[in-house]
């Protein structure tokens, strides 16, 4: 993650705490270039409260008693059921082109949400773990449809811009063939973990991006592990589903 990045998403926390709602973050910014349509991370963003203590936790995802995505209004607008697992709902986005998990805590902000012609969806949605001081974002960007010849174009720019020169690992699960990874590393503020991963739909032209970051809230100090971040991630991603339209 560039310095700048992480310079852009302190910010970002100084002025969710100055507030009491999951809305006042930053729009976030994409580049379109011929029929590739690049992620920008400039948009990842937090949600945090200070001032809360927390209690209780569901598996590895700790749970803010008093900013719940059931309790903020853009938020539970995507979901469609409640505590379909222990500290999980199930959202849907606007183009009912997908559904997936969400932790409990989760938050979606409307300047974090974004449909481009009526085909492209981004969303972007935030959660912490308090107690260890972790920040969670999560990106994916929906493709109603996609030319199948520049596939292993999108697949070869969404490595790129994640910052990562190896290889994909490939599995196949929900009919969907999908491509990720994840690696860790560490900058001036603190040591972070990315999963990512490009998910396509086996009998039709959908698809979907997800690139899943945890870094230490606020820049402070705390403990990031490749293998429990990482399960946290790849639980989320495998639970996508491409909905047929």
Known sequence: MKT???????CAVLLIVGCNTANNQQEPEEEVNGEEKQEDSDAEQTSADDDTEQEGK?????NNEDFL???DEFT???????DVKPGFHR???KLDGFEMLIPENGIISDLLHDIENDAIETLI??????????LHDVKLMYYKKYPEEVKQNYLNVFKNKVGFDGEYQYAEANGLEMYY???EDEDDYGPYMRYFGY???EDRNQAISYTHTAMCQGGGECSISLEEESEIAEKLMYSIRLLDQ
């Open 76 to 82: 539970k607008e995507f979901l469609v059921d409640t």
């Open 181 to 183: 990874e994840s690696f």
């Open 199 to 201: 998910l396509f739909a």
């Open 125 to 134: 949605f935030t959660f912490n773990n308090f107690s260890e001081r972790k």
């Open 4 to 10: 700048w990045l992480r310079i852009s998403t302190l």
């Open 91 to 93: 959202m849907r986005g």
């Open 58 to 62: 569901s598996e590895g995802v700790e």
């Open 69 to 71: 995505a059931i309790e």
